[in-house]
């Protein structure tokens, strides 16, 4: 129970201090080839799976643009100090770290679309807390 508590209390001000840094900024459109800002995702784009051996598009098909936060395995969202807490359950697991550090160094802005490694200062977030965090907290749990 103590090491459950001492992990909570350790997770708990990077909730925080994640929400402030990164909630709705992680934010993508689901057609990243046009759109550079939520204004743009909009209507249908097309999309193809089946290509040609002339590389030209097979078959194709209307797929609707969405703006929202990227799941490919959890959503990553820090958009709400719940969302934070369970996105940093998993990340000191040390499972799926660097694919929310690589959404997080690709933000522009609110509501841009991002760009890869634009912001590569907002890896030092998930430094500290991997180095502190694997330390601290694994080894209570191993105990």
Excluded: H
């Excluded at 709705?24 to 990243?32: I, L, T």
């Amino acid at each position: 129970i103590d090491a459950a508590l001492l992990a909570i209390l350790y997770m708990i001000p990077y909730a925080v201090w994640g929400t402030n840094i990164f909630a709705g900024r992680m934010n993508e459109c689901n057609d990243s080839g046009n759109v550079t800002s939520m204004t743009d995702c909009i209507n249908e784009f097309s999309n193809s799976i089946v290509q040609n051996s002339d590389g030209a598009d097979a078959f194709s098909f209307l797929v609707p643009r969405v703006w929202d936060n990227p799941q490919p395995s959890t959503k990553f969202s820090f958009d709400s100090f719940r969302a934070s807490l369970l996105i940093l359950f998993e990340i000191v697991s040390l499972e799926g770290w660097i694919d929310v550090m690589s959404i997080a160094v690709s933000i522009v802005g609110p509501n841009e679309q991002p760009q890869q490694n634009v912001s590569q200062a907002n890896a030092i977030f998930f430094l500290i807390y991997n180095l502190l965090g694997g330390v601290v907290i694994l080894t209570l749990f191993v105990r």
